[in-house]
């Protein structure tokens, strides 16, 4: 499997298009949000924790979500020819998917520094960014479930309707509490949500919702991790 990894971070890491625009369009988000949210007496790390969170999350599922391509093209099949075992391939997609959600995090905070003044602490810069990175796993299998789902054909119609839901009903750009209740309910349903709250952790303070965040967050990372293998043993099945 670490030759695969290997492999797979590469070929990524070489796609200089994507790696931009995944770093690209959470920062731009930012900038274009920032003072807007601010004049409106946001803290500038609360803003920058939810856009951090969104950019992290767009970035892990649009990894993910790529196996439907390899699916298409018949690549899945011809690694199950090989020695790389089929929780080896799902390993190193999900691993990929998060060496690519740093990115988008370490971008909106550096410019959150430069550009708003945030100033916080070298262990409440490590919360903030390591926190929002950690708490992607969830969506970096989400993003491998959705690609053991879709086809290359409908695939960008797959990820655009789950990263709208996920983005504005989770609350990473509108609080929730402005919400009506029966939507705020619906919301706190979400992944997003909760990696919502372990970016705004910083601006708020932090404490027990931040424990109850991560705990929830695991538990999605439980319950999708077992829905891909699940899937995946069956598409190898069929196959």
Avoid at 42 to 60: L, Q, R
Avoid at 156 to 173: K, M, N, T
Wanted: overall charge positive; aromatic content about 10%; hydrophobic content about 60%.
């Amino acid at each position: 499997m670490t030759g695969y990894l290997t492999f797979e971070i590469r070929r990524t890491l070489r796609d200089a298009k994507f790696l931009l625009f995944a770093v690209a369009l959470p920062v731009g988000l930012y900038l274009l949000m920032a003072d807007r949210f601010i004049d409106q007496g946001a803290p500038a790390s609360y803003v920058m924790g939810g856009v951090a969170a969104f950019g992290a999350m767009k970035a892990a599922l649009d990894v993910g979500a790529r196996t439907a391509v390899e699916r298409g093209i018949g690549w899945q099949r011809q690694l199950r020819l090989t020695p790389l075992s089929g929780s080896g391939y799902l390993l190193a997609k999900a691993s990929v998917a998060m060496v690519v959600a740093l990115p988008p995090v370490a971008g909106v905070s550096l410019v959150a520094g430069l550009v708003s003044g945030v100033h916080l602490s070298a262990a409440g810069w490590a919360a903030a960014v390591l926190g929002v990175w950690a708490g992607t796993v969830p969506f970096a299998l989400l993003g491998l479930l959705i690609g053991q789902f879709a086809t290359a054909q409908n695939l960008q119609a797959y990820l655009g309707a789950v990263v709208l839901v996920l983005s504005f009903i989770g609350g990473l750009f509108i609080p929730v509490s402005t919400f009506p209740q029966a939507l705020a309910v619906v919301a706190k349903v979400l992944p997003s949500y909760w990696l919502a709250q372990v970016g705004h952790a910083t601006a708020l303070g932090g404490g027990a919702d931040s424990w109850q965040a991560a705990l929830v967050l695991v538990l999605y990372a439980l319950v999708l991790g077992a829905a891909v293998v699940v899937r995946y043993r069956r598409d190898t099945a069929r196959a």
